[in-house]
Every structure is written in structure tokens, then in C-alpha cells.
């Protein structure tokens, strides 16, 4: 009989709730076994209810404390080094590369963190027009963001597939296969950080069992596939999510300006310029 080491749940509106079907799959690294939740239909309806409550939450929140609370979640990295780093070891990697994965994964986050305030500036823009008006280009984060993230054994990896959306303003469903247990340890830290309940939960599970519930689903806004998938699923998430107009991108980029556009929509405001 194999020994479990511990037994994971989902992180879901600043909870860690089990799985409403009650069923986990097995992970195994160096030889020690890992449960973690199969979640259901069920859990990703209650995710996204969580995840719109955390996306009106998050969006109160200042530029400037957005910084803030980005910064304390690498903050709260650095405190955890070592755990991060045996299980990374525990997943294959060498003493060396598990080092290097933390520190880019702490890195990118302060990245981010400098652009949670600088990013609406960068990207919106004063328009010329024929008139006495100002025409400026305003940008808004999207809403509820489903992230299907890379299998890759990487801290930094993981944090590169939810920080482009969070940045902006987006909540986010981070949903994770084979990597489920790095996934479900860095709920904890997201737990003791400053970051809004539902602004980021972590759910863990097969994604070809809900593939069809999470790309018919109205409320989720975008759906950003990390992880390569058989064309087959493309083409369906493609014609289901085309029923709700919810935005899909398959690989987008994870760093620089570039990756935050995915997950902004752009308002036009007209204003008469006065003299």
C-alpha cells in the first residue's frame, strides 16, 4: 500500500475547498505519492462565481496597491525557497535549475508588480481628430480569465501563465494538470498574501473532462490556453466559446507588454476640449 503525503484541495474565492464530487487523482514525485482534486462541473460554476466576486474586488483596489500586494506575493515566495525548491528537486529538476526556476519566477513577479501601475498609460493613447475634442483610448481589464496552464515542472513557468491577466485587473482560474502539486502549494502563499479572495484561484484536474463545460460557459470572459492541446480541442473551443463572443488565445506570449494585451479591451471617450 502506498503511503500518501499529503492530500490536497482547490483554492477557490480565498478557500481551500475539496472537490464537490469528492474524487482526487494521484501524483506521484520521487517515489511519494500526492492526491490532488479532480475537479468537477460543479467546481468550475463555483469558481467562476468566486472568480466574478474577486474581479469586482480586485478592481477597487488602486494601481498602486495592486503593486503592493504583487510585490508581497514575491515577497512570500522568498520565504518559502527551500520548499519550493525540494519540490522541484522531487519533480526532476537538479539542485541548480530548481534555484534558478525561484529566483526568475520572484523576479518575474516584481516585474509585474512595476506594471500593475504603469501598464494603462502604456498602452492607452490621445488620438488626433478633426475637431475641438479630445478622443482617448481607455483601457479595461476583461473580467473572469480561464488560464489552462504548461505542464512544464517550473515556478516560473506557472507564475508567467496567471501574472499577465492578474496584472491588469482580471480574475483568474488558474486550472493545472501534472504540475497540480506546485500549483496548490503556491495557493498557500496566495492565501497569506494581500491578494483580494477570487481575485486567483488554483483548481486541479483533467481538462479534457471539462473542456465543453469551461468553453460553453457565458461568464468566463477569455480563455488562455499555455499548454499544447490537440487541434480537435481547439476547434471546439473555438465554435463554443463563439456563441458567447469569450475571447480565446492559444500560446500568447508571457512576458513584456506584448502579453498583457490579450486580456485589455480598449473604450473610446469623446470629451469636448473647452476654451
Not at 37 to 53: E, F, G, H
Not at 121 to 134: C, E, R, W
Amino acid at each position: 500500500m502506498n503511503e500518501i503525503k499529503k492530500t490536497y484541495k482547490n483554492y477557490v474565492g480565498g478557500k481551500y475547498v475539496r472537490s464537490e464530487s469528492g474524487k482526487t487523482f494521484r501524483i506521484e514525485l520521487k517515489n511519494e505519492f500526492y492526491e490532488v482534486p479532480l475537479t468537477s462541473r460543479k467546481d468550475i460554476r463555483d469558481a467562476v462565481v468566486a472568480a466574478k466576486k474577486g474581479h469586482t474586488a480586485w478592481q477597487k483596489l488602486s494601481p498602486y496597491n495592486k503593486t503592493q500586494v504583487l510585490y508581497r506575493l514575491s515577497e512570500m515566495l522568498e520565504g518559502n525557497f527551500e520548499t519550493y525548491q525540494q519540490l522541484l528537486q522531487d519533480a526532476g529538476l537538479t539542485k541548480a535549475k530548481a534555484k534558478e526556476d525561484i529566483h526568475k519566477a520572484v523576479d518575474s513577479i516584481i516585474w509585474y508588480a512595476g506594471m500593475a501601475d504603469k501598464w494603462e498609460q502604456m498602452t492607452g493613447n490621445l488620438n488626433p481628430v478633426a475637431g475641438d475634442f479630445f478622443n482617448i483610448s481607455h483601457q479595461e481589464s476583461l473580467g473572469v480569465v480561464f488560464t489552462l496552464n504548461s505542464n512544464t515542472q517550473s515556478l516560473n513557468s506557472l507564475l508567467l501563465n496567471m501574472l499577465p491577466a492578474l496584472t491588469v485587473g482580471c480574475s483568474v482560474i488558474s486550472f493545472n494538470e501534472e504540475n497540480s502539486v506546485l500549483a496548490l502549494k503556491l495557493a498557500e502563499d496566495i492565501n497569506n498574501s494581500d491578494l483580494p479572495g477570487g481575485a486567483l484561484n488554483i483548481l486541479s484536474g483533467k481538462f479534457e473532462l471539462l473542456i465543453e463545460d469551461i468553453s460553453n460557459h457565458v461568464e468566463i470572459t477569455a480563455m488562455a490556453i499555455y499548454k499544447e492541446i490537440h487541434n480537435d480541442q481547439k476547434t471546439m473551443i473555438k465554435e463554443n466559446a463563439s456563441k458567447s463572443l469569450k475571447r480565446i488565445f492559444i500560446n500568447p506570449p508571457t512576458m513584456g507588454l506584448e502579453a498583457l494585451f490579450p486580456f485589455i479591451e480598449t473604450k473610446t471617450v469623446w470629451h469636448p476640449k473647452g476654451r
